[in-house]
């Protein structure tokens, strides 16, 4: 089966292509950047956050805008979606965020142990599926990741609209060094409401709309300061 790519498509990723928020294969900082986010890109030392799978950074930009002496860094795989995230930076002149086209399973290649301060994970598929487990974006495997790239008592930040993915990431985040000192099933109808910042994804809105709740999970990296 042969997929055609739209115009739309075509015109993003090219936009990404040349943005200069936009990091991706080809880009000279692809390979340099480890470890160096605030020498070579952001320019500053300020603590970085890190958005995994960010689709079109609705909260990578979001809490740009609300924490402007923090770096943000959206990651996704998807070009086109970094595109409309990209231009939503620009047109707003946020010089605190960066994108970074890469799959979430070679942070290594880009991150380097305690580099980042928060994490966090939006929204994910759930792959609800058995067979699926090990793409659950919280399974153990990510987890350790994590867990390396976080600095000491750096937070992990997780909101979904899938009771499934919410109580499997309860489960493993409770066999892991990521201590949860937030947990709720309805983020709307709890007194962690804040610890959202007031930010919602396009489909965050419509899941509220219909009626579903939106569980929430805030978890502490509790290994021990490596320096």
Not at 73 to 80: C, L, M
Not at 172 to 181: G, R, Y
């Amino acid at each position: 089966m042969i997929r055609l790519v739209t115009r739309r498509k075509l015109d993003k990723y090219q936009y990404s292509q040349e943005a200069g928020n936009v990091i991706e294969r080809g880009n000279e900082l692809y390979t340099s950047i480890k470890g160096k986010w605030g020498e070579l890109f952001f320019k500053n030392s300020n603590p970085l956050v890190l958005e995994l799978a960010c689709g079109k950074g609705e909260y990578t930009t979001g809490l740009a805008q609300k924490f402007p002496n923090v770096n943000f860094i959206g990651i996704d795989i998807k070009g086109d979606r970094l595109a409309r995230g990209s231009k939503i930076a620009g047109d707003l002149g946020l010089s605190n965020v960066a994108f970074l086209r890469s799959s979430i399973k070679y942070l290594d290649e880009f991150f380097q142990e305690d580099d980042i301060s928060a994490i966090w994970l939006i929204h994910p598929d759930p792959h609800v599926r058995e067979r699926d487990e090990k793409k659950r974006l919280t399974h153990p495997t990510y987890l350790k990741q994590y867990e390396r790239y976080l600095e000491a008592g750096g937070e992990f930040h997780l909101k979904t609209d899938s009771q499934d993915l919410y109580e499997y990431s309860m489960k493993v985040l409770s066999e892991s060094n990521l201590a949860v000192t937030v947990q709720t099933r309805n983020l709307y109808e709890s007194d962690a409401f804040g610890a959202h910042y007031g930010i919602s994804t396009h489909y965050e809105r419509v899941f509220v709309s219909r009626g579903f709740s939106i569980h929430y999970i805030n978890a502490l990296n509790n290994k021990s300061a490596s320096h």
